[in-house]
């Protein structure tokens, strides 16, 4: 939809904080329409469904733990550590004034086996679904078996015979690029002719067929899903509309209730968990947040972060138009180096779910992501890509928005954790780049 100066008008009349989104000015929203008891009996998804792909991952551990090394310390279960960041607290009260007195955690996606990102959840979970049903359907296996069955040449034959392909310029493409090629699969990756040649060159180490395309990303994408499905047994990922995804990502909830019981910390309706999850087509936070609403109720708050070149789903949510508007229709340019958040519109799917169970959304100048990530290298020597700093921000953003006051809730009594997306998949070279920019900005 192209819109008329009129309707843009119209809309920021009803929205004032248009204004400022379309200035690409920094801001938060708090969700008018939060559900305050998670209740998904309307939902396309249900706390079945998270039960169901938990023992999925389980199923596949013994072939992940034999295939992927990295894997082999916690028996094949895909999974981060949750760190205390106590030393980036103090940087960002100090630097940035942020005023956090609640604790400040990192989930550390940006280590997860396999993928190096949080993709590692969503991407490679959708590749093993689909493998697990070709395989029950031919009959290669019973849901009871062993399945590092999976890493037998027998499989790897059978499925070279399938066909998956996935449009990507970041870590979607490695995540299911990775996974797909390690059992056997013909898979092929679209990526616009920009993306990063180390990615390219990765891809096509670990056997999966890069396609590049001159012009516009969406280009790769609908070229990409024509290619795929006219093959003859060709299964395309959909980023966009994909419920695979969004439920491999919600069982990081049943891992970080365990994370959190082990440190010792508390969640209930007087101590609240608030969660800072970059957001891109919104299906690793919609994901997650699905997650955490099922496992701590209420007692779990959930805030987006995007760029403010590339808010999507923050307008999705507040014109309540979801997939149906994009950051072009607002005079936007999508122009972000936060890989994975350059993003003109939302998942249908998880705009959907996210528009009754995010608290908020705030959006952030990429060079913050810069300052930030070398504030984050200097206090606690951990290394991540710019989208995956983005949260860092929100503890400060959330306590100076009056969020948990309004709900009567005490920010000292509050447990923030930062969703770290992405980082070790990234040669050292870009890192140490990211780095010294972010330290020429600070
Ligand atoms: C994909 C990605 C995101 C956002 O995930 P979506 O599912 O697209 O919302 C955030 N950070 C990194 C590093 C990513 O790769």
Redesign the pocket.
């Known amino acids: 939809m192209t819109m008329t100066n009129e309707e843009i008008q119209q809309w920021t009349k009803k929205y004032p904080l248009l204004h400022q989104i379309m200035n690409v000015t920094p801001v938060t929203w708090l969700n008018p329409n939060l559900r305050n008891l998670m209740d998904t009996a309307d939902m396309p998804v249900t706390y079945e469904d998270m039960i169901d792909a938990a023992e999925r991952w389980q199923r596949f551990a013994p072939y992940l733990a034999k295939e992927f090394p990295e894997t082999r310390e916690t028996e094949g279960i895909v999974e981060s550590p949750l760190k205390e960041i106590a030393s980036m607290k103090h940087q960002l009260n100090d630097y940035y004034k942020a005023d956090i007195a609640g604790a400040l955690y990192l989930k550390c996606d940006n280590d997860l086996a396999i993928a190096g990102?949080?993709?590692a959840r969503?991407g490679v979970y959708e590749v093993l679904y689909y493998a697990e049903q070709l395989a029950l359907d031919a009959g290669l296996i019973t849901l009871g078996d062993n399945y590092e069955v999976f890493a037998e040449p027998q499989m790897k034959e059978f499925f070279c015979n399938y066909s998956i392909g996935v449009g990507s310029t970041?870590?979607?493409g490695l995540s299911i690029g990775i996974m797909s090629a390690k059992l056997g699969f013909d898979v092929s990756v679209f990526m616009s002719a920009d993306a990063k040649q180390w990615k390219k060159d990765l891809l096509r180490e670990k056997g999966a067929h890069v396609h590049e395309f001159e012009g516009d990303f969406s280009e790769a994408i609908t070229t990409g899903r024509e290619m795929t499905v006219q093959k003859p047994n060709g299964y395309f990922v959909d980023?966009e509309s994909s419920k695979h995804?969004f439920l491999g990502y919600s069982v990081a909830a049943f891992r970080l209730k365990e994370q959190l019981n082990t440190a010792g910390v508390t969640v209930d309706s007087e101590h609240p968990l608030v969660v800072h999850l970059?957001?891109?087509?919104?299906?690793?936070?919609?994901g997650i947040a699905f997650g955490l609403k099922q496992v701590f109720g209420d007692a779990a708050h959930c805030f987006f972060v995007e760029p403010t070149h590339a808010p999507a789903m923050l307008l999705g949510l507040l014109t309540g138009e979801k997939e149906k508007v994009s950051v072009q229709d607002f005079g936007l340019d999508n122009l972000t180096e936060?890989?994975?958040?350059a993003?003109g519109r939302p998942?249908s799917f998880?705009s959907s779910i996210s528009e009754q169970l995010v608290s908020g959304v705030y959006t952030m100048e990429d060079a913050d992501m810069f300052r930030l990530l070398a504030l984050l290298g200097d206090s606690e020597q951990i290394f991540v890509?710019p989208?995956?700093a983005t949260g860092l921000l929100g503890p400060g953003k959330i306590k100076a928005s009056d969020y948990l006051q309004q709900k009567g809730l005490d920010e000292a009594q509050a447990t923030h954790i930062v969703w770290s997306?992405?980082g070790a998949l990234v040669p050292e070279e870009d890192m140490q780049e990211f780095y010294e920019k972010g330290k020429k900005l600070l």
Do not use: F, H, R
Request: charged fraction near 15%; include cysteine; charge should be negative.
């Open positions: 990102s949080i993709k969503g970041g870590n979607l980023d995804l970059p957001c891109g087509v919104g299906g690793s936070p919609g936060g890989d994975g958040l993003v998942s998880a890509e989208s995956a997306t992405g």
